[in-house]
């Protein structure tokens, strides 16, 4: 797939100081009137001047620019014929790329956009091909935490590409497997740099990366290296528009494969304490795409521990892990043998428990909501014990309570719609009042009534 074509206009640094001395020279401007009118006249005509040193003539000059200067005197240092960089340029690099990354920090700077637009990402990314990690630790978790803040758009993920960066990176995260400042930092930058961006994501893909995660979740304690998660969850989304067909489903089954799902299990166990509970449930989400995957997860455990962390989440009043072990739920309960484990193992009752500790979070409620509709799915049986359990109750109150919350009210019409509820009355008026309330409901109220056996469902 070629780089995407730009729908903008763009003007290079050299055409826009131009534009600049002409309006001073031909039309008598000052220098800061001259440089504000071509900023203003740019901006009319559709010109991107992201990256586009803005100085007035005079006062300064595009060399001045801190960010401009810390990658030209970079691109110094790395220019060793001796191929790595050692001794003293070391230090040096490390106080420019603690600079670099300050400057790039200061938010409505476009320091960032300054930094890409003039080489930054080729050459932080040209210095980590050249520094030994033996012995430069720091300054690759520095070029690293750089490289994280100027991959922010397509752009920076192209020259990132351009300029070998997968490889580069696969390398050092292979050598520093054990190094938890490499591993953090480096796959934050797997994660900045594949986002919606299909071939990089195919790059680390043929680097074999998917091995390289399942080393990491083994070696490393459980729930330590927080990017990693990132990372799964960023290489599993098929977030770029430019292509047609991802293949990103492909990538999840080989995840599975080789035993990545079974690995995230095993990062569930360490429950509400693990800080990155949400991050491995939301990455093991991205990987469950087939029944097969999602019953793997489910032998392995994977429902135990997910029922557990939805308890624990009640008692201790996490709405975050709630919401998101509730999603996870979601996604493997579309297994029929998932669906019988869930049910037997008390799953209703729990998610009833959960929802009563959290009736004030719409947003927890209309996943436990996604749940029963999944569950409750061409299952007369479940949907009898759904109804036992209190999910019709359960509906009706958030309806009622939240009836500004137009995606609560769509989940609610969904699982209504599966449980096919008595008491008419009741259901009827809160769906009717959804209907009219909320147009992304219409669809789904209107399926429910009918499935109610109304025969003005359609009025």
């Not at 200061?106 to 980590?128: H, M, P």
């Not at 449980?419 to 909320?438: F, P």
């Amino acid at each position: 797939m070629a780089p995407p074509s730009k729908n903008v206009r763009s003007i290079s640094q050299e055409a826009f100081d131009e534009l600049v001395k002409e309006n001073m020279e031909d039309l008598g401007m000052e220098p800061a009137e001259a440089l504000e009118d071509a900023i203003q006249s740019l901006s009319i005509q559709g010109v991107d001047l992201s990256g586009i040193v803005k100085c007035v003539p005079g006062e300064g000059s595009v060399g001045d620019n801190p960010v401009i200067k810390c990658i030209e005197r970079l691109n110094t240092l790395k220019s060793n014929p001796s191929g790595e960089i050692v001794g003293n340029n070391l230090d040096e690099m490390a106080g420019l790329l603690r600079q670099l990354i300050e400057e790039c920090s200061v938010e409505g700077s476009g320091n960032v956009a300054v930094a890409v637009r003039n080489g930054g990402v080729e050459t932080i990314t040209s210095l980590c091909s050249k520094i030994p990690i033996r012995s430069s630790e720091q300054i690759l978790v520095l070029a690293f935490g750089a490289l994280a803040l100027l991959i922010h758009d397509i752009e920076g993920t192209e020259k990132f590409r351009s300029s070998g960066g997968p490889a580069v990176l696969i390398s050092h995260l292979r050598e520093g497997i054990r190094t938890l400042g490499i591993l953090n930092s480096g796959f934050s930058v797997v994660a900045r740099a594949a986002t919606s961006n299909e071939v990089v994501k195919q790059s680390f893909m043929e680097l074999k990366i998917d091995e390289l995660i399942l080393q990491v979740l083994n070696e490393q304690s459980k729930g330590t290296v927080q990017s990693l998660y990132d990372a799964i969850r960023v290489l599993l989304t098929p977030d770029d528009n430019r292509v047609v067909a991802s293949e990103v489903y492909g990538y999840a089954r080989r995840f599975a494969k080789v035993g990545i799902a079974i690995a995230l299990v095993e990062s569930l166990h360490a429950g509400l304490t693990s800080p990155s509970l949400v991050s491995a449930c939301i990455a093991l989400r991205a990987v469950a795409v087939n029944d097969e995957i999602c019953k793997s997860i489910a032998e392995s455990g994977g429902i135990d521990m997910i029922l557990k962390c939805i308890d624990d989440s009640g008692e201790q009043g996490n709405s975050d892990v709630a919401r998101t072990c509730c999603s996870l739920l979601s996604k493997l309960a579309g297994s029929d043998s998932n669906k019988a484990a869930i049910v037997e193992k008390k799953g209703m009752v729990r998610l009833i428990q959960l929802s009563s500790r959290f009736a004030d979070d719409p947003l927890v409620l209309l996943e436990v909501m996604s749940i029963f509709t999944v569950l409750s799915l061409r299952s007369p049986d479940n949907a009898a014990r759904a109804m036992e359990a209190g999910a019709g109750d359960l509906a009706i109150q958030a309806m009622k309570k939240f009836h500004s919350t137009p995606l609560l009210q769509r989940n609610a019409c969904m699982m209504i719609r599966n449980l096919a509820v008595r008491n008419l009355e009741n259901r009827e008026k809160c769906i009717r009042r959804a209907r009219e309330n909320h147009g992304s409901c219409k669809a789904a109220a209107t399926d429910a009534l009918r499935d109610l056996g109304l025969d003005n469902y359609n009025s």
